[in-house]
């Protein structure tokens, strides 16, 4: 894996640049393509973390990369599992009206949750978790890439900031399936990928949350900071226990 260092310090160059640009709404449309670039980096981050952390990788990261354009082909044209949407044309290629780019999306959401799913030592904590964080997290993309970026467009609304209930009921399931390969497969993985899935995940949500609250989307920015203090308090909380497990020991 000589070249994760690579990406990971390229991805951060670019996200602390579009935190400040699509964050605070200064990005020109001229640089529109740099979306594709952003996601394509942090699935490839995902994808790697995953790759890490189960036995199999080689095939299970591209059934999820395929596997989810797979699904949200068949949510755009028949409105399952997701509702029914369209996207914009903002995220480069499609396939079947799919950018090519959410699948490196959802390798992103799903290798972020993995990893965040690790702070966490109850049973089965990847089966139930990853699916819980991924939707998580989609409540705070989905406000704002809809609603405030115009990304892609619901045909119905919903309680929840006009996104329909379905869509987080799709989300949880075709997570879940995701997470039961995920838990089957599960192995030892360097705390480095561990490490950076969490700082992917908390940044993702951090990125949404401040572009809602410069949209006004206030609500998103509490759910935001209150993932990062979560996390923060769990990572300590582990850090503790193996450190009291080493004195023992």
Known sequence: MKVYPFIWKWFLVWYFIGLI??????LPPWLEWANPVFLWLAGAIGGTILYQGIRQGVWI????????????TLGVKTGFPFSEYV??????????????????????VIGSSFAVAHL??????????VPILAVWLDMAIDPVAANVKGYWEWANDGLYYDIPT??????FGLSLIFSWILQRHERAVDSLFIQHGVYLFVMLHALFGVTAVNAG?????????????????????RDDRVTQKEMVQ
């Open 61 to 72: 990261v591209p059934f999820i990369f395929f596997g989810s354009i797979a699904v949200e």
């Open 21 to 26: 640009l699509v964050g605070f709404d200064l």
């Open 120 to 129: 966490f030592t109850f049973r089965n904590n990847i089966l139930w978790l």
């Open 166 to 171: 379905q869509n987080f009921i799709g989300w």
């Open 217 to 237: 989307l206030y609500g998103i920015g509490f759910l935001s900071i209150l993932t990062s203090g979560v996390i923060f308090l769990e990572r300590r909380g």
């Open 87 to 108: 996207y914009a044309e903002a995220f480069g290629p499609t396939v079947f009206g799919v950018p090519v780019t959410i699948g490196a999306a959802w390798l992103a």
